[in-house]
Every structure is written in C-alpha cells, then in structure tokens.
C-alpha cells in the first residue's frame, strides 16, 4: 500500500506532497492543473521509462518518492533484499519501503530501492506484486485478444495457473525438440560433407601417429646430424684427450700416475688428495665411455638416419600447419573422433530425436486440453460474476459472456479468449473489442478488476479517468463498487466526476497556481467545505452556486451512507478468502 508519494520537478508540479494511505483515494483538479503527473510519478516508481519531457521547464531534474507498506516478508522484500535495499519493520508482519526516482532535463535517471541505487529493472520487479494500473489506454488494451485471455487467468487463480506452467514446460521442450530435428534434417547434406572431412583429418592424424614433443626432439637430432662430421671430430680429439689408445700420454694416464705417487707415502693429508685423483679418474673414465658411445652413434646414423629425420618432419610439420601446433593436433585427434562419432550417429539420432518429441508431443495434447478445461470453467464463472457487476454499473439489461475457442498454439496455450457484452435484452452478445462504446468498456473493466480482486489480490489499484465516458447514475455506481473495491484493497482514482469523487475517503485536489509568468501545481486534502466547493465545480464549474453545493452534498451524504453499509456478501466472501 502507498503510504505517501512526493513529486518535485515533475510537469507543472513544483512541489507536492500526496498522503494516500488506506481505502478510497480520489484525485481531482482544473484540466491542465497536472492529474495525469500524479500516474506518470508514480509509473516512474514502477520502472517505467524515463523520459527528459516530464522534466519541469527551469528544473535541472524530476524526482519522484514513495512510502510504501509492505508485508516483511514476501517477494516484494525478498526482491529488495537481493538488489541490496532493506525494508524497515514496522510491526511483525508490516514493513516500510522507500522508493525513489530521478530524471534529469538530460534524460539521465536513477532509481532507489530501499535506500540503496539500483536499475528500474528492479523497480519494475517490485511493481508486479504492489500496483495495478488502469488508464484510458487500458480500456484500448483490453480490446485485445491476449489481454482478455491474461484477465480470464488472473481470475483462474491457482488452478489456472499450474495448468499453465505445466503447458509452458512442455511447450518449451517440444519446441527445443523440434527445432533441433528440423536442424538435423535440413543440415543433413552439410553434415555429411562435414563427417567427410573430419574421417579424413582424424586418418592423416593417426597415420601420423605423433607423439608429444616429438617435434622438438626431432629437431634437435637433426641438427646433430646435419654437423655430424665437425661432431666427430671434436668427440675423437676428446676422446682422445682422455684415453688415447696410442703411445701418447691421456688424461687418464696422467692421472692413474699422479695418484699412485701420492699413495706410496703415508701422509694424511696427500691421501685425502689421491681419494680426490682416483674420484677425478673415475669421472674421465665415464666420460671417455659416453663419448665412445656417441662416436658409435654417429657412425650408425649415417646419412641415412637424416633423411629419414627429415621425411619425419615434414610429415608433423603438415599436422602442424593444419592444426597450429603438434599438441592441438593430439587433441584434435579425441575432439575430432567424438564429433565424427556424432555425425555418424546422424540416422539413429534423427529417430530417437523424432520418438522423444512424438512422446512430448502427446504431453503437450495433454496439458493444452487440461488447461483448455480449466480455462472453460473459469470463463463461466468469470462471465456470471462480471455480468452481476456490470448490471450493478448501471447497465441492469447487460449480458456479459467470457467465450475460450481452440485456436493456434502458442506459449500461451491454444485458446482464444473472447468478452462478449450484450449491452440490451434481445442484443445479441458481441465482442468487446467491436461492439462496447467508451462508457461501457470503462464499465466492463471495473467490473473485471472488482471480480478478479476476490481471486487474484493486488494492494493496489490505480484508475486514470477510467470513467471517461460515462456520467449520471452509471458514474455514481462506478463510484460505489470503487468504494467497494477499496474494503479489501488500496484504490487510487483520477477523476473528472464529483459522481466517482464523493465515494472517496480521501479526497486530493491538484490546484494550479499563476505567479504571472511561471505555473505551478501542488496537491491539497480536501474536507468539509472544501471539499464541497470542490464538488460542487466539478459539476458545474461555479464552485460557489447555491444548486451546485446542494447536489454536492447529497452526493457526499450518498457516498458516506455506502461506507458505512454492510459489505456485500460476495466481497466478505472474497475478503474472507484473502485472509
């Protein structure tokens, strides 16, 4: 519920405070005086879009707050938790929410939840489970085929709405099933083309057969052998160095000597020096062994072992270029295999995917025809119950029938849903969209809301001169069941009609003000005379005449006497129900 909203900046509005609060709120003013601002501020709470036109002429910026109440917990708190806002206690069960919006002459806006700077994504998040929102331009929307079908929902309640999950779901997979078979089928060639290459790829690679690092090792050795010659000879004269099967003095010889003239003396000390030569002979004799081994080596590689190093190469060197390195070539060779194996799996995919949506298929029949029937049932009583409503506005004769017909699957279901009003005795029933004036689609509207807000409750209602059109005692029974409607429900309504107004518990007037050069608009509660002055303008336009003032207060009488009646038994019903 909307505790309190200030606007600043907005239109024509400089400055102004509205206290809402529970029941009936009216809201009237001049023509010009900035009405319609008070929607259009509160729709910017409600995340809709900014636009720099709302914006006051001189003002850097509009802004916009709201105090709202709030169950402490439910999804409107949860929402603000997760966007990091908090809402603060009032009670065990109650809460208070501040949200807020600006937007600058620029077009820039911000928006805040809970005290905390957050997109108006969540604005309008918060939106779904607080307001719902009626202008004149609802009255074109309910014209449409979807928004009949979403009101015949909404009434359905629970029954309604788990058929319509299990629906969803099952349409969702059927569509996901069906657009990958259709896939499959329709790239059946491409695939195949597809499966081609890669058989071809995946069998260069195996033939290959190359092993990680190969390449590296490969090259290595290559340069070895293509320096073979000069390696020799280094090796030999090393070799050589070391342990010379000639007649000449070797490393090894020389040190054989130094070490057994040291251990023909006993000293201590030149002992720990021959452990150090015959450690140091040891070494030489192993690295004259290595490098024999070496010579070996390069005598049985030969020119041949380089050729055959250098037909190795250009064999990785092609997976190279083909696949970027040798490594990726490897793992083409897993990747590559599993895909082939897809794509040759193409035929017994194609008849699993087709018997796996066959079986969906029939479960999507299943949960269509279920919410068909719940829809059928709903659409019943939903028509005997807007009808009780609509004769209540003034139209005692009407005749209002809620038809669902089998039409194309959507995500929606296959039902078209159709209001139909016969507006006279004998009149045959014809849709909403083609055959209900102004007046009577604002009727057949309030009556729909008044109804559903027994199954499907929402805080709050705001009407925008939903009762454009209408006038005498239509207009005063409109103002009756908004008063109705506000026993179990916030009610906001911007109206033109002191009918509708004098229903109101509390009553604001949007009052235009002139300076000479620069208009501006602030928002005033209206009591006593006032109020009456302003009742008695809104049906005459002479707030002072004598008749007017008298007209007004029996409208105002009428309307307490409705307040403090009984509540209807179908409203304790649906408020008992609430509860």
Known sequence: MIEEMRLRGLGVIAEATLPLGP??????????????????????????????????????????DGVWTVPVRGPVAARVEEAGGEVEPLDDDLAELFLGRTVTSEGRSR?????????????????????????????????????????????????????????????????????????????????AREADDLRAAVAE????????????????????????????????????????????????????EARQALERVDDPA??????????????????????????????????????????????????????????????????????????????????????????????LDAAAAALSAARMDAAERLGQAVTAEVQALAMPDALVRVDVTETAGTASGRDEVTFLLAAHPGAEPRPVARGASGGELSRVMLAIEVVIAGTDPVPTFVFDEVDAGIGGAAAIEVGRRLAVLARSAQVIAVTHLAQVAAFAGNHLTVEKASDGSVTASSVRRLTGAAREAEMAR??????????????????????????????????????????
């Not at 259009?40 to 900014?50: E, F, I, V």
């Not at 008749?547 to 403090?564: C, F, I, S, V, Y």
Request: glycine share 8%; charged share 30%; net charge negative.
């Open 270 to 363: 030149l002992r720990a020096h021959a452990e150090d030569l015959a450690d140091i002979g040891y070494r030489i004799v192993d690295a004259a062994t290595g490098l024999s081994a070496y010579l070996a080596d390069l005598d049985e590689s030969g020119p041949r072992e380089l050729e055959r190093v250098e037909e190795r190469r250009a064999v990785l060197g092609a997976l190279v270029r083909r696949h970027g390195t040798l490594d990726e070539a490897i793992g083409f060779l897993a990747s590559g295999s599993a895909r082939l194996m897809e794509l040759d799996d193409d035929g017994e995919r194609v008849a699993r995917l087709s018997e796996e949506r066959d079986l969906v298929a029939a479960e």
């Open 111 to 191: 928006a805040s939840v809970g005290g905390r700077s957050a997109p108006a994504s969540v604005l309008a998040d918060v939106a779904d489970h607080l307001v719902v929102v009626h202008g004149q331009s609802d009255q074109l929307r309910l014209r449409s085929a979807s928004a009949q079908r979403d009101a015949l929902d909404r009434f359905g309640g629970e029954k309604v709405r788990a058929t319509l999950a299990a629906y969803r779901d099952a349409f969702q997979r059927h569509r996901v099933l069906d657009e990958e078979l259709r896939g499959l089928v329709e790239a059946r060639e491409a695939r």
């Open 23 to 64: 029941g009936f709120t009216a809201i009237t003013g001049e023509t010009g005086a900035g009405k319609t601002m008070v929607v259009t501020g509160l729709g910017l709470l409600l995340g809709q879009r900014a636009d720099s036109s709302v914006v006051r002429a001189g003002s850097g910026q509009a802004a916009v």
């Open 538 to 579: 809104l049906l005459s336009g002479m707030p002072d005449s004598d008749a007017a003032l008298t007209h007004a207060r029996e409208l105002l009488d009428l309307g307490a006497a409705t307040a403090a009646s009984p509540l209807p038994a179908d409203r304790i019903e649906a408020r008992d129900a609430d509860s």
């Open 205 to 256: 690679v195996e033939e290959a057969d190359p092993q990680p690092g190969e390449d590296a090792e490969l090259a290595a050795r290559a340069e070895r052998l293509a320096n073979a010659e000069e390696l020799r000879r280094a090796a030999a004269a090393a070799h050589d160095a070391l342990s010379s099967e000639l007649d000449v003095p070797d490393a090894a010889t020389l040190v054989a």
